[in-house]
């Protein structure tokens, strides 16, 4: 059974940095590719940042503005939001999201993990 399970989620302050991981069992991690997304209360989901399964590509959101950087360990079957800077709009549910490189109906989904930042 693949399971991907987010966490590092929490209440910081604006200014403050967050590091969310996203650990992924049952799968062959390295043929993933990894996008973290977030949904705001009453807004759409959208996508932060996206990495390649070698973490030799990453993109990310025009929102990002150089705060955010994601990466992953495929020994440990992790990928990696480091998030600075961090913004009260940046409050949000964040999701990992898993895609096969070679098959694009081959998704997965985390449950999320909380970030909400507030003075």
């Known amino acids: 059974q693949v399971q991907l399970v987010e966490s590092g989620g929490g209440l910081v302050q604006p200014g403050g940095s967050l590091r969310l991981s996203c650990a992924a069992s049952g799968l062959i991690f390295s043929n993933y590719v990894m996008t973290w997304f977030r949904q705001a209360p009453g807004k759409e989901r959208e996508l932060v940042a996206h990495i390649g399964t070698a973490a030799d590509a990453t993109s990310y959101a025009d929102f990002v503005s150089g705060r955010f950087t994601i990466s992953r360990d495929n020994a440990r079957n992790t990928v990696y939001l480091q998030m600075n800077s961090l913004k009260p709009e940046d409050t949000a549910l964040y999701y990992c999201?898993?895609?096969?490189?070679?098959?694009?109906?081959?998704?997965?989904w985390g449950q999320g993990t909380q970030v909400t930042v507030s003075s």
């Open positions: 999201n898993a895609v096969h490189l070679l098959n694009s109906r081959d998704v997965y």
